[in-house]
């Protein structure tokens, strides 16, 4: 699973996202991954900014999310759209895609907090609600096994959770600055 941070006029490998101008110099995230960037190139541009982008285990799809209520699901290579997942909120802020592609965690703003849901994508629902925090998750990622999920963002602390019990596992605290990415 590989999952990309973006923010609203960044590049991502040189493929414009975002309408809004991007800043100087241009960053670019870098990927490994067996998809091109021809395939990358062929999926269209949405109409909102993009925040995350996650591709699925098989690099079949691509889910997209970002300042919009809809999270996308693209075909690789063809670009085709395939599905939205329609979600309550304003802004999906982050998203990871479970090892084996059956959760999709999303970190989400709206008025009164900041919440962390997991999606089903094959069923296109939310499965549960894990928190309300009052500050940003900016960043998510699952174990490789799919049953821990960790979640970072403006409170500085990183949260380790126990999915099958959707309870925080550990905190990890100490760190002087926001968290803007994990994998």
């Excluded at 990309?4 to 670019?28: E, N, Q, W």
């Excluded at 592609?101 to 997991?118: D, K």
């Excluded at 998510?140 to 990183?158: K, P, Q, S, V, W």
Aim: charged letters at 15%; glycine letters at 8%; aromatic letters at 8%.
């Amino acid at each position: 699973l590989i999952f990309v941070p973006l923010l609203a006029g960044l590049f991502f490998l040189g493929i414009r996202l975002s309408r809004s101008k991007p800043p100087t110099p241009p960053i670019l995230p870098i990927l490994t991954s067996a998809v091109s960037l021809e395939q990358i190139a062929a999926i269209p541009v949405q109409e909102d900014s993009l925040s995350f982008l996650a591709f699925d285990p098989g690099n079949r799809l691509l889910f997209s999310a970002g300042v919009s209520p809809k999270i996308s699901s693209w075909e690789i290579p063809s670009g085709k759209f395939v599905k939205a997942i329609t979600t309550s909120t304003l802004v999906n802020v982050a998203v990871a895609l479970s090892p084996d592609g059956q959760l999709l965690a999303v970190s989400s703003f709206e008025t009164g907090g900041y919440p962390l849901r997991l999606w089903s994508p094959p069923e296109q629902k939310m499965i549960r609600e894990l928190q309300k925090s009052p500050q940003p998750i900016s960043s998510i990622a699952f174990n490789r096994e799919g049953t821990l999920l960790a979640t970072g963002g403006m409170d500085t602390t990183i949260q380790i959770w126990n999915l099958q019990q959707g309870t925080v596992f550990c905190t990890l605290a100490g760190h002087s600055e926001n968290i803007t990415a994990l994998a």
